[in-house]
Antibody
């Protein structure tokens, strides 16, 4: 069974940092492109970042570029999101999501349950 | 940046057909994916590449895409279809995924 389990969320002060993790199981993690998506309270989905299988291709939303860093460890079946210089508007539930196999920019066929991040003083 | 516009809400009676639109500049030249999200749950992919369904998704869910509008159609609507629905594309000009604004489907 495919599983994506996020962790690392919590309460952080503005300007602070947080590192999110996504543990993958039930599939060959190294062969799938991955993403982070967030959803602010009561709002819609916002794509955050994309990472290819070998980490050779990385993209960021304009709202997080220069502050967030996506990475992966294929040996540990894990995806990460390092979030620095956090702002109140970064408050959201953060999901990791897998891109469909065989499609470079396909749909997201599996999602984690999400980890909440609250940026507040 | 590329923008996808959806109606905030759609209401439909059980057994009828719901159509959810997703408007974007020349969206017909892009591939559209659709997600269903129920309260407190992660999104679920219901249609990909305009009109393909992942395994386990009922045939009642279908999609189309042409010109400046993509459409998700839910036939024979059931109470369990009540959820928020989002369209999504990959915008190659900006190297960004883009989600639509979302549509809340209410089953009357």
């Amino acid at each position: 069974e495919v599983q994506l389990v996020e962790s690392g969320g919590g309460l952080v002060q503005p300007g602070g940092s947080l590192r999110l993790s996504c543990a993958a199981s039930g599939f060959t993690f190294s062969t799938y492109n991955m993403n982070w998506v967030r959803q602010a309270p009561g709002k819609g989905l916002e794509w955050v970042s994309y990472l290819s299988t070998s980490s050779s291709t990385i993209y960021y939303a304009d709202s997080v570029k220069g502050r967030f860093t996506i990475s992966r460890d294929n040996a540990k079946n894990s995806l990460y999101l390092q979030m620095n210089s956090l702002r109140a508007e970064d408050t959201a539930v953060y999901y990791c999501a897998r891109v469909q196999r065989g499609y470079t920019y396909g749909g997201f066929d599996y999602w984690g349950q999400g980890t909440p991040v609250t940026v507040s003083s | 940046s590329y923008v996808l516009t959806q109606p905030p809400s759609v209401s439909v009676a059980p057994g009828k057909t719901a159509r959810i639109t997703c408007g974007g500049n020349n969206i017909g030249s892009k591939s559209v994916h659709w997600y269903q999200q129920k309260p407190g749950q992660a999104p679920v992919l219901v249609v990909y590449y305009d009109n393909d369904r992942p395994s386990g998704i009922p045939e009642r869910f279908s999609g189309s895409n042409s010109g400046h509008t993509a459409t998700l159609t839910i036939s024979r609507v059931e109470a369990g279809d009540e959820a928020d629905y989002y369209c999504q594309v990959w915008d190659s000009s900006s190297d960004h995924y883009v989600f639509g604004t979302g549509t809340k489907v209410t089953v009357l």
